[in-house]
T-cell receptor, first 112, second 117 residues
Framework: GENVEQHPSTLSVQEGDSAVIKCTYS??????FPWYKQELGKGPQLIID?????GEKKDQRIAVTLNKTAKHFSLHITETQPEDSAVYFC???????????FGAGTRLFVKA | GAVVSQHPSRVICKSGTSVKIECRSL??????MFWYRQFPKKSLMLMAT?????????EQGVEKDKFLINHASLTLSTLTVTSAHPEDSSFYIC?????????????FGPGTRLLVL
């Protein structure tokens, strides 16, 4: 079945620096890749997503890139701020009634 | 748009009692709702998938009689933890999609923290 690996598990950056989180997936039929941010004690919130017909998508300080050949996608956060500190989950899914597979999560710490 | 609510946000109950958690899509009709369980510092573990008006599909290892799911309308799904025990203590999160395929975006509720004494 589909497997999603996420790295690193923990990431600490200085405020203003960039943060990059990487995920790989195993099922080449996967065609939808969302990223979620989860703050302590809250539910995950969608921050950006990308579909397989697009290589890159950007929304202000957040961008996601997708390499279908290598089966990996990455989240890029620029000019990090303390409020970016949270756990980030990548995920992959495909059409046809299949469930979404989540990565193990990356705990991001942004030091002021 | 795409807001999902859960109630209650926190619940403490005695061992042996049943607890019902509600999940509502506030501004869209949810064709499919999902129930997850999350352990501390872990990822989301899918428990079951439910479609309005039909029986839920449970993941392997999840007891159907223990975790009762009802998806009575396009905006409401409930999870009932029956005869709760301390090992059922966890963070339960629902999500909902508006599309006809599972590819569509999942919007998550804020979660319910259950503590069974």
């Amino acid at each position: 079945g589909e497997n999603v690996e996420q790295h690193p598990s923990t990431l600490s950056v200085q405020e203003g620096d960039s943060a990059v989180i990487k995920c790989t997936y195993s099922d080449s039929a996967s065609n939808y890749f969302p990223w979620y941010k989860q703050e302590l004690g809250k539910g995950p919130q969608l921050i950006i997503d990308i579909r397989s017909n697009v290589g890159e998508k950007k929304d202000q300080r957040i961008a996601v890139t997708l390499n279908k050949t290598a089966k990996h996608f990455s989240l890029h956060i620029t000019e990090t701020q303390p409020e970016d500190s949270a756990v980030y989950f990548c995920a992959a899914s495909k059409t046809g009634g299949f469930k979404t597979i989540f990565g193990a999560g990356t705990r991001l710490f942004v030091k002021a | 748009g795409a807001v999902v609510s859960q109630h209650p946000s926190r619940v403490i109950c005695k061992s042996g009692t049943s607890v019902k958690i509600e999940c509502r899509s506030l501004d869209f009709q949810a064709t499919t709702m999902f129930w997850y369980r999350q352990f501390p510092k872990k990822s989301l573990m899918l428990m079951a998938t439910s479609n309005e008006g039909s029986k839920a599909t449970y993941e392997q290892g999840v007891e159907k009689d223990k975790f009762l799911i009802n998806h009575a309308s396009l905006t409401l799904s409930t999870l009932t933890v029956t005869s709760a025990h301390p090992e059922d203590s966890s963070f339960y999160i629902c999500s909902a999609t508006a599309g006809v395929s599972f590819q569509q975006t999942q919007y998550f509720g804020p979660g319910t923290r259950l503590l069974v004494l």
